[in-house]
């Protein structure tokens, strides 16, 4: 299976690097044309089936992407969805590091071992995100499945496959509007073919 995870488009929060949580902010127009170009480059690349995170910008990125695609629909996924960020949702990340510093250094530096106040524990999100992934796996054999998600969801899921420890969670690069490839099943095994990727997918998706 050919796992291609995209980042929502860009919101009016996320320049203010304000947590939105599940608050239902809409694209602007940077993330529409985010989502635009991504519908352009994966144009030509067969896609079987499109998850996405429940949250609306996620849900809106998916549904532009696969625009023209009569044969598919976007199919909410709740195990992708972004972080319960608890009494940090409506702060900047800013006013978390002064307010709550301790639990925003171990966010960032020991992911493994922190729970957001109010809210979800990384570990556990880890968890959800790469259940619900294993679930595809079994469903969509040898087809290429796209996955509309949130930044930090998206990177638990590559460092998983990776095997690389929760703790470097932000030693992964995941904008808005961009693309990861993680192909299961190659010659030399699972391997990452794409991180935070602007560009045509067709040379990357084409063998």
Same mark, same amino acid.
């Given at each position: 299976?050919?796992?291609?995870?995209?980042?929502?488009?860009?919101?009016?929060?996320?320049?203010?690097?304000?947590i939105m949580g599940p608050h239902p902010i809409?694209?602007?127009?940077?993330?529409?044309?985010?989502?635009?170009?991504?519908?352009?480059?994966?144009?030509?690349?067969?896609?079987?089936?499109?998850?996405?995170?429940?949250?609306?910008?996620?849900?809106?990125?998916?549904?532009i992407i696969i625009e023209g695609r009569k044969?598919?629909?976007?199919?909410? /996924? &709740?195990?992708? %969805?972004?972080?319960?960020?608890? @009494?940090?949702?409506?702060?900047?990340?800013? !006013? $978390?590091? =002064?307010?709550?510093?301790?639990?925003?250094?171990?966010?960032?530096?020991?992911?493994?071992?922190?729970?957001?106040?109010?809210?979800?524990?990384?570990?556990?999100?880890?968890?959800?995100?790469?259940?619900?992934? /294993? &679930?595809?796996? %079994?469903?969509?054999?040898?087809? @290429?499945?796209?996955?509309?998600?949130?930044? !930090? $969801?998206? =990177?638990?899921?590559?460092?998983?496959?990776?095997?690389?420890?929760?703790?470097?969670?932000?030693?992964?690069?995941?904008?808005?509007?961009?693309?990861?490839?993680?192909?299961?099943?190659?010659?030399?095994?699972?391997?990452?073919?794409?991180?935070?990727?602007?560009?045509?997918?067709?040379?990357?998706?084409?063998?």
């Open positions: 299976m050919d796992l291609l995870l995209v980042r929502h488009g860009q919101t009016d929060w996320n320049p203010q690097q304000k809409p694209l602007n127009q940077t993330g529409i044309q985010q989502a635009q170009n991504l519908r352009d480059w994966l144009k030509g690349v067969p896609i079987h089936a499109v998850y996405s995170s429940p949250m609306a910008r996620a849900v809106e990125t998916a549904s044969n598919l629909q976007v199919m909410p /996924e &709740k195990g992708v %969805a972004e972080i319960d960020y608890g @009494k940090w949702i409506g702060m900047t990340f800013g !006013d $978390v590091e =002064k307010k709550y510093n301790k639990e925003y250094y171990d966010y960032r530096f020991r992911a493994s071992t922190v729970k957001v106040p109010g809210g979800e524990a990384v570990v556990d999100v880890q968890k959800r995100c790469v259940a619900a992934i /294993e &679930k595809m796996r %079994a469903n969509h054999v040898g087809e @290429k499945v796209l996955v509309v998600s949130h930044a !930090d $969801v998206l =990177k638990a899921i590559i460092i998983h496959y990776l095997g690389v420890s929760l703790d470097h969670l932000q030693c992964v690069g995941s904008d808005n509007g961009s693309l990861a490839v993680y192909r299961f099943g190659t010659d030399w095994g699972d391997r990452l073919m794409a991180l935070n990727y602007f560009g045509d997918m067709r040379k990357i998706l084409s063998w």
